[in-house]
DNA sequence: CTAATTTTCGAATGTACATTCGATAAAATA
DNA sequence: TATTTTATCGAATGTACATTCGAAAATTAG
């Protein structure tokens, strides 16, 4: 009954571990093609061991996402609180969202791509996941009205960012974090801002 | 073994059907998610029957894939072939993909998003999709060299462009085919035209 | 009309997992 | 140390399909 600290870390830890071989599982064969076996080896426990950790199959997965998720957003709650204009959160929250795919590679970009295979309703992680996005609609819309952006429509935009975006982040093969030049440049190329002249 | 004109043009037919009913399935359950049976069902047949016409499940969305793909590929090499300016032809390429996603609505959705899903090498319908990526990009390319496009990164305007022209084709309620008016704005929304005036 | 062929299909087969069992070991507790 | 709790795991179970069988309609050919 008195289960120490250090039991309960452990225990996380283990837990860890598993999401850890799941995840690399889970992006090598995809979220069917993963088998509980795989994952066992992967992360180096019997396989019925996962399943004194989690409910089933899908459960890991859900916690992977989850985890990643809420992470994501805990990140960004500062960054969002600040009052800046539009244009500057928005270059912020791309540069967070950007370190946070640098520090655990692969995580992220299985994050951003799960959602359009996975169907099943009432996924936890899917608040955390609509509240980005409308935070980000949100500073594109604001961005617009104020003039910081110019008049395009929204969800064109947004579209159009997250496309360029994760080219950024997750195809290149650079060690170097995404600076707030980069986004910058990134924002410059799709959206002449408007206030500036057109050199 | 004369093998009626008729008998060949009915199996053809039928195949068709076949094909028809498995990419509904396809959509609604995702490709692991769909079962010969419920195939079997939505177009008419017998489970046993789709074996009679295709070889295995794979064998069926292969043929959806190629099939899809050749036809977006015929549709395009006229388009091509015009000599026109890079972005003349860019914005023609892109009206027919729009047009081509009219048509058959529903199936562009899926050939588009499907890569992300399947894995396995040497998939026939590659080929067309990776000339129709390669002319695209060879189009962004020379319209940067010949100074038609701002001098962006054509990896990532190639991007960007997916996600913006996704949005415009699959996601609006429209009824209406896009026209070059609707793409050239989407064109103009993207990249400010260097050669023009900004308003 | 009779034989060959093409087409159809439900039921049987086989397999690849996800999940559970039942037992054991290791660690914590008293 | 004795006992309880926690952790581990390989083998057994069950199930959901994909695929094949074997037989029978339906159609075509002679």
Chains 1, 2 share one sequence.
Do not use: C
Not at 28 to 47: L, P, V
Not at 80 to 104: D, G, M, Y
Not at 109 to 131: G, H, S
Request: aromatic letters at 10%; glycine letters at 8%.
């Amino acid at each position: 009954m008195p289960q120490s600290q250090r039991q309960i870390e452990e225990r996380q830890l283990r837990k860890e571990r598993i999401l850890s071989g799941a995840l690399q599982v889970f992006k090598k064969h995809g979220i069917d093609g993963a088998t509980m076996d795989e994952i066992a080896n992967e992360s180096g426990f019997g396989k019925a061991t996962l399943y004194y950790y989690f409910k089933s199959k899908e459960d890991v997965l859900t916690a992977i996402l989850l985890d990643g998720w809420l992470k994501i957003w805990e990140s960004l709650e500062p960054v969002i609180a600040q009052q800046h204009s539009p244009r500057k959160t928005f270059v912020n929250v791309l540069i967070k969202i950007a370190e946070n795919a640098q520090k655990r590679p692969g995580l992220f970009e299985f994050l951003f791509n799960v959602p359009k295979v996975v169907k099943i309703e009432k996924q936890p992680w899917k608040e955390y996941q609509d509240r980005l996005y409308s935070v980000i609609k949100g500073l594109i819309e604001d961005g617009v009205k104020s003039g910081e952006f110019p008049n395009i429509n929204p969800n064109h935009m947004f579209k159009a960012l997250g496309g360029l975006f994760m080219g950024l982040v997750f195809m290149g093969d650079r060690e170097e974090p995404v600076t707030d030049k980069d986004v910058e440049k990134l924002l410059n190329q799709l959206i002449t801002d408007p206030t500036l002249p057109t050199n």
